[in-house]
């Protein structure tokens, strides 16, 4: 009994990080200061002292939103960034991050913005699967499950092989119209988001054989997700593969170029499937100098798996100094739209910034907003590269998290530190913090009370407090962002549902079989 109401004491405790004033930078907080773009921001705010300062900016942004124009040419190509888990208080406290609260990130520069409703249809607040099925097909699915309708409960065998309960994606609306099509992701290319371009699977994480036969299922019947990115009719057609996930490809016997087994118990390698099937022309990469060498003019297809499992997060690949190896999602898109372009119809490609929401997962925030600027360093190569008069370009998320950017911090203060503002224990608060997850532990005495905000040593991998404690954080239900820049851009405004985007994509491409920008009769 005792037990437990020291655990509760505990919770109460920690609920005050959420609820009083939070505190001033530590300032030994940057273990790594290489890991940063920049010093924590120290700039003169005199000139927002004065009301002109504000009429003057307030003027330009009005001046600038009179300039907009609705392009409504036809979109050549498509390309659709995910930021997993990219809620919009990720993307505030991110601003801050690599500078100040008042900068914009590269995709918050775009005209047309909106938002969208991420539930599943089962569940209030989605994961990456049923909400990928909405945003690559258009259909709101149920949880854990990918290119699948509603009729179709989560690991339900027989009902996922059932061809009248797939959902095809935007991708093969794509291909069927000539284009090219492919994907990029920071994660394995064989999770839920990705998997939503070609796959359709009643349970997410069936990502090779063992993971279907764990289920009481048969993978004879059941083909696994890496199996249908290799063999099925929309994967194997795949222009651009990216991202990570080679050991559920390779057979456990095997090893990988890195010395690091498979995952597959029915002895097929399907990499080297993969290869075969091209003749030749396809394009198979581990290692980011060997991306880097790819000539988009002589290649048809590539498969790049640079990773076993997720590629790592950007600070980790520099800590561990694998620079070498990993390259970075900027790279990756760069080479992938290099390679798709080659294609004289246009294309689709999807984007995922995955490892935001890992981060998050993690209670790790210092990665998760790390993560984020790399997305939008992506984003910001892309739109400086394609033709935006024949490009549309969308970023969204997924879903959100329980993740807090709160109290009262100085303008100038570092966002991953505290602020100078004791809460009611006489202690600091950290400026970010999580609803639940296992940071909620941490930061806890055993004998009850807080563990005080500025002992911490912080790495790149430091868990930031969480109330509630859960082995994971989760996910949050609350509406994401839509940014789109473009042909028909203008469509992306207001509130709508999540499962529309891949509809007003295609409505702009003039591709699949709903409406269409170039109908006569539109």
């Known amino acids: 009994m005792f037990g437990t109401n020291l655990f509760s004491l505990k919770l109460l405790i920690l609920s005050a990080c959420f609820l009083t004033f939070v505190s001033s930078r530590a300032p030994d907080f940057h273990s790594h200061p290489e890991f940063r773009d920049s010093e924590p921001l120290k700039k003169n705010h005199e000139a927002e002292f004065n009301t002109d300062y504000w009429k003057t900016v307030g003027s330009k942004v009005l001046e600038e939103n009179l300039k907009k124009q609705k392009t409504q040419k036809i979109a050549k190509n498509i390309i659709l960034f995910l930021g997993d888990g990219l809620g919009v208080q990720t993307t505030s406290a991110t601003r801050s991050y690599v500078g100040d609260p008042s900068i914009s990130l590269a995709y918050e520069d775009f005209p047309y913005v909106g938002m969208s409703k991420t539930y599943c249809v089962d569940r209030q607040t989605a994961d990456s699967a049923c909400s990928a099925t909405a945003y690559l097909c258009g259909v709101k699915a149920n949880y854990e499950t990918i290119g699948l309708n509603a009729k179709v409960q989560n690991k339900d065998c027989k009902a996922g092989q059932l061809e009248e309960n797939r959902t095809p994606s935007i991708a093969k609306w794509a291909m069927d119209a000539g284009k090219a099509a492919g994907l990029v992701t920071t994660t394995r290319v064989t999770h839920a988001s990705p998997t939503g371009v070609y796959g359709h699977i009643a349970?997410?994480?069936?990502?090779?054989?063992?993971?279907?036969?764990?289920?009481?299922?048969?993978?004879?019947?059941?083909?696994?997700?890496?199996?249908?990115?290799?063999?099925?009719?929309?994967?194997?057609?795949?222009?651009?593969?990216?991202?990570?996930?080679?050991?559920?490809?390779?057979?456990?016997?095997?090893?990988?170029?890195?010395?690091?087994?498979?995952?597959?118990?029915?002895?097929?390698?399907?990499?080297?499937?993969?290869?075969?099937?091209?003749?030749?022309?396809?394009?198979?990469?581990?290692?980011?100098?060997?991306?880097?060498?790819?000539?988009?003019?002589?290649?048809?297809?590539?498969?790049?798996?640079?990773?076993?499992?997720?590629?790592?997060?950007?600070?980790?690949?520099?800590?561990?100094?694998?620079?070498?190896?990993?390259?970075?999602?900027?790279?990756?898109?760069?080479?992938?739209?290099?390679?798709?372009?080659?294609?004289?119809?246009?294309?689709?490609?999807?984007?995922?910034?995955?490892?935001?929401?890992?981060?998050?997962?993690?209670?790790?925030?210092?990665?998760?907003?790390?993560?984020?600027?790399?997305?939008?360093?992506?984003?910001?190569?892309?739109?400086?590269?394609?033709?935006?008069?024949?490009?549309?370009?969308?970023?969204?998320?997924?879903?959100?998290?329980?993740?807090?950017?709160?109290?009262?911090?100085?303008?100038?203060?570092?966002?991953?530190?505290?602020?100078?503002?004791?809460?009611?224990?006489?202690?600091?608060?950290?400026?970010?913090?999580?609803?639940?997850?296992?940071?909620?532990?941490?930061h806890v005495k055993k004998e009850g009370g807080r563990v005080d905000p500025k002992s911490f040593a912080k790495p790149i991998f430091f868990q930031y407090p969480g109330m509630i404690p859960n082995e994971l954080e989760t996910h949050g239900g609350e509406d994401v962002g839509v940014y789109a820049i473009g042909p028909w851009s203008h469509l992306f405004t207001g509130n709508f549902q999540q499962f529309t985007i891949p509809h007003m994509m295609a409505y702009a491409a003039c591709i699949g079989n709903g409406l269409k920008a170039c109908d006569d009769d539109k």
Request: aromatic residues 8%.
């Open 203 to 442: 349970f997410r994480d069936w990502e090779n054989d063992e993971e279907v036969k764990k289920s009481g299922c048969d993978p004879k019947t059941t083909d696994d997700i890496a199996e249908q990115l290799i063999r099925d009719e929309v994967g194997s057609k795949l222009r651009v593969i990216m991202g990570g996930g080679r050991y559920n490809f390779r057979p456990v016997e095997s090893m990988d170029e890195e010395g690091k087994p498979g995952k597959r118990l029915d002895g097929v390698d399907l990499i080297e499937e993969w290869k075969k099937s091209k003749n030749g022309k396809g394009n198979y990469v581990w290692n980011r100098q060997d991306l880097l060498k790819i000539n988009a003019t002589n290649t048809t297809t590539v498969l790049g798996l640079f990773e076993d499992g997720h590629t790592l997060y950007n600070l980790e690949t520099i800590q561990l100094g694998r620079q070498d190896f990993e390259p970075t999602l900027t790279e990756m898109v760069d080479k992938a739209i290099d390679v798709l372009s080659t294609e004289e119809k246009g294309y689709f490609l999807f984007v995922e910034g995955g490892r935001i929401d890992h981060a998050h997962h993690e209670n790790q925030a210092k990665l998760s907003l790390d993560e984020t600027k790399e997305f939008a360093k992506a984003i910001q190569m892309t739109k400086e590269k394609v033709d935006l008069e024949e490009t549309l370009i969308v970023v969204t998320a997924d879903h959100s998290h329980a993740f807090s950017y709160g109290g009262y911090p100085g303008r100038d203060v570092d966002i991953l530190g505290t602020n100078g503002q004791t809460a009611n224990d006489g202690m600091e608060s950290f400026i970010l913090s999580y609803a639940n997850g296992m940071g909620s532990y941490e």
